[in-house]
């Protein structure tokens, strides 16, 4: 009788001695960009997927978890689960949500996809292939999720076209699109190692609590689901970083620059969360403030770096700027939000008093002082602080150019570059550096205003431009005078859940 293997010698025969081992063909056509970004490899057969994770043992754990997930779901869903959330302006936020994080759970699974394929190394194939399962997993429900909130709520009725179409999710493109277009090395350290390990906790676990202290248990559920992966994409991206740093000196600088490139591409497109931690829910567990101090600065700068000093790796070339901008960030994106919120799919809202003392609270220095002017001249009209225009936006990171210089918060952070003998525009100081470093890679920037000018749009403008979005004017604009907060209101009176909440 044949001995039985032990765990990792059964790890070895089902994930190891899988790769093609082409005698016909080079193998540097078969992998045409594996030296095109200057990586040296040495011996990377030692590098091990510190999970270990079989094929059998993974989809036993996702079928497991997909169980879990449906169960709440559906007891959720069956208990009338949307009425009882303390107030419903939470689901704009979660709309939020779902235009920008879902496309990138599928285009994350695209990327991955695209890695595993490119790097000839048997252990990132077998762990890439899980996690581009994990992302599809991950888009499917989180779909299924939004199909049941379309039932109740405005602006997802056509959430295929406008995921495609609105102007907001061209944040989230550039980032995948600029990832897809760099070499695999450098794709694994945007997705796996700046998206996942060092932005992904700030994304699931601050925004999960908040819907479980607002009472969304169906969110919390996709939350838990998803961040469960999280530990693992994690990981492959922590120790396939650490084998590049050991295989060669010559890597080095390298990974520094790619580093400091996609973790500010990271911190930008994860600005919206910001919003979603400090505006949106109308009970607040933690502040992105407090959320960016225990999950990036302690967490990564003063933990994870530290670790890579022996490597000869710095901290990103922008993370004092983040750190800085924390005391902004929520805020400025939220007055973004407003100024855009009559061709938005998700609205804005007026700030009750108890919203303005949580944030006073929260933000001593700032809120009072440079914001709440701002959100107060929505008190009286809730379009006051609409912008009348179509704004400038980053090259870069395709946001707004509406980010506050946090050394003085009075200007623009706004940043001009030339190349072939025209200017670009970039946010920060941050973004302009990414731009420097590849301009000819961001001038080609689909740009709304282009669009909308060259009739792209449509032209019997306003009526076609929400057409081409997949949403009607009236599901924009401020909530609190939406008729889904009316709608809202009379569900709860139907049920006999009359009580508003006061903050109190």
């Known amino acids: 009788m044949a001995a039985r293997m032990g765990l990792k010698q059964k790890y070895h ?115 890439t292939i899980n996690q581009c399962l994990d992302e599809l997993r991950h888009a499917q429900i989180e779909i299924k999720h939004y199909a049941h909130m379309s039932k109740k709520i405005d602006g997802l009725h056509a959430y295929a076209q406008t995921n495609e179409n609105l102007w907001f ?90 580093l400091d490139k996609w973790y500010w591409r990271a911190y930008r497109i994860f600005s919206v969360v910001a919003t979603l931690i400090d505006y949106y829910p109308r009970i607040r567990p933690i502040s992105w403030k407090r959320a960016f101090k225990t999950y990036v600065e302690d967490q990564v700068f003063e933990g994870l770096f530290k670790d890579f000093r022996k490597y000869g790796i710095r901290l990103p070339l922008h993370a004092e700027d983040s750190i800085k901008e924390k005391e902004h960030y929520s805020h400025a994106v939220m007055r973004i939000l407003n100024h855009a919120k009559h061709v938005n799919a998700f609205r804005g809202f007026r700030l009750h008093p108890d919203d303005y003392e949580w944030l006073s609270s929260e933000y001593p220095d700032t809120f009072e002082r440079y914001y709440a002017p701002f959100f107060r ?34 200007r623009f952070w706004t940043q001009y570059s030339e190349y072939n003998n025209k200017t670009y525009m970039t946010c920060s100081p941050g973004c302009k550096h990414i731009f420097e470093q590849e301009p000819h890679k961001y001038a080609q920037i689909w740009w709304p205003a282009e669009a909308y000018v060259s009739g792209e749009f449509g032209e019997n403008l306003p009526d076609d431009l929400f057409k081409y979005f997949g949403f009607a004017p009236e599901e924009a604009n401020e909530y609190y005078s939406s008729r889904d907060y009316e709608r809202w209101l009379q569900y709860r009176k139907q049920l006999g859940l009359d009580q508003i909440f006061t903050g109190r």
């Open 13 to 127: 025969a089902m994930t190891r001695d899988l790769m093609w081992d082409s005698q016909e063909f080079d193998m540097k056509r078969v992998y045409p960009l594996i030296e095109k970004e200057g990586i040296i490899l040495k011996d990377p057969s030692r590098w091990e997927d510190p999970f270990r994770m079989a094929y059998n043992q993974y989809v036993k754990v996702q079928a497991e978890k997909d169980l879990l997930y449906h169960a709440v779901r559906n007891a959720f869903e069956a208990n009338e689960g949307h009425a009882k959330v303390v107030d419903a302006r939470w689901y704009e936020g979660v709309k939020a949500f779902a235009i920008a994080v879902q496309p990138a759970e599928y285009q994350a699974h695209r990327l991955m996809a695209y890695i595993g394929r490119n790097i000839p190394i048997e252990a990132i194939r077998f762990a």
């Open 169 to 258: 999710n061209t944040v989230t493109k550039s980032f995948f699109e600029d990832a897809l277009s760099a070499g695999p090395f450098e794709a694994l350290v945007a997705i796996a190692f700046s998206f996942e390990y060092v932005f992904t906790n700030i994304l699931f676990l601050p925004f999960a609590t908040s819907a479980a202290a607002v009472g969304d248990d169906n969110f919390v559920a996709v939350g838990k689901s998803v961040q469960s992966d999280e530990s693992r994409h994690m990981a492959l991206g922590m120790s396939a970083l650490k084998m590049l740093l050991e295989e060669d000196d010559r890597n080095v600088p390298i990974i520094q620059r790619w």
């Open 377 to 410: 001249r929505m008190d009286d009209h809730v379009l006051a602080v609409a912008t009348p225009g179509i704004p400038a936006i980053c090259t870069v990171c395709q946001i707004p150019l509406e980010f506050p210089d946090p050394d003085n918060p009075t």
